[in-house]
């Protein structure tokens, strides 16, 4: 029998790497629930409560119950079936927070700003607010943590929603939205053999297979496009592939909201009674 082999030393665990903190250790397979429970920020998320970091800040203010006991420690797991409720502190924070439809311009980009070009949320300003004598006046305190909920081209115009609300950002942009997105959208080009129906499903981008979208002819040069998902510069893509070129892409509506008649490059606040 040969002799047991020694484990040498670059086989050995390092040092410590049994004692690795949880954030680095290996999770369990998605579909094994751990016995202590799911991370109370998950489940607020999940349930449309708040973000994960508006979770994190409720928490740690002490603003979040479960069953009724108040809880203020970070990472803490519970029932995914446990009842959850907010302090009135978190509620009015809530109620603070705004969110913004801005009728963005071609030249500004949605998100990061690039090289030349501007962020669209340097257009958010007392200056040119639509609605400035029907709502709330602007505070320059709004811009923080005022994001993009979703992408729109650095050559594309139309509604863009700018939100400190996670709950929003989440029903909007999430992976599991079901909100839909309608674009007016110029062509140029001659449309492929059963391109129109392969626009409304049946086209492939980065390896993956598109949600079936709705797309038909307005006129001779222009297509209506409404999609539930919002991978980059997707319609550009999508035309590309049947043999259409965009010369010129508009979104005007968002879910319920729609851009309606709000002027180029000026923004107004989501009303009370609008819901996407």
């Keep these: 029998m040969m002799p047991e082999r ?5 086989a050995r665990p390092a040092p410590g790497a049994d004692r690795a903190p949880p954030a680095l250790r290996a999770s369990a397979p998605a579909d094994v629930l751990p016995p202590e429970g799911i991370r109370l ?24 119950f479960v069953d009724g006991k108040r809880v203020s420690e970070l990472g803490v797991r519970i029932d ?20 913004i439809l801005l009728h963005k311009p071609v030249g500004y980009v949605s998100g990061q700003p690039e090289p030349g070009y501007a962020p669209a949320v340097s257009l958010i300003g007392g200056d040119n607010q639509f609605d400035r004598d ?16 979703g992408r729109l081209d650095i050559d594309s115009t139309g509604l863009l929603v700018l939100t400190q609300d996670g709950r929003i950002a989440r029903q909007l942009i999430g992976a599991d939205s079901e909100i839909d997105k309608e674009y007016l959208v110029r062509v140029e080009g001659t449309l492929a053999e059963n391109g129109l129906a392969l626009l409304n499903h049946g086209l492939w981008l980065d390896d993956r297979p598109l949600r079936p979208a709705r797309v038909e002819w307005i006129n ?39 851009l309606g008649d709000l002027p180029l490059g000026q923004w107004r606040y989501l009303r009370e009674d609008e819901r996407f």
């Design 41 to 64: 920020s998950k489940v607020m998320a999940e349930r449309g409560i708040c973000s994960r970091r508006e979770a994190d800040e409720f928490i740690a203010r002490g603003w979040v």
């Design 134 to 149: 029907t709502a709330q006046r602007f505070h320059p305190s709004q811009l923080k943590n005022l994001a993009p909920a």
């Design 220 to 258: 001779d040069d222009q297509l209506r496009f409404v999609l539930r998902e919002g991978r980059k510069r997707q319609i550009r893509r999508m035309c590309e592939l049947v043999g259409l070129k965009v010369v010129g892409l508009k979104r005007v509506r968002i879910g319920q909201v729609k």
């Design 80 to 99: 995914p079936d446990a009842r959850i409720t907010l302090a009135a502190e978190a509620a009015r924070t809530q109620q603070q927070r705004v969110t």
């Design 6 to 10: 020694r484990r040498t030393d670059a």
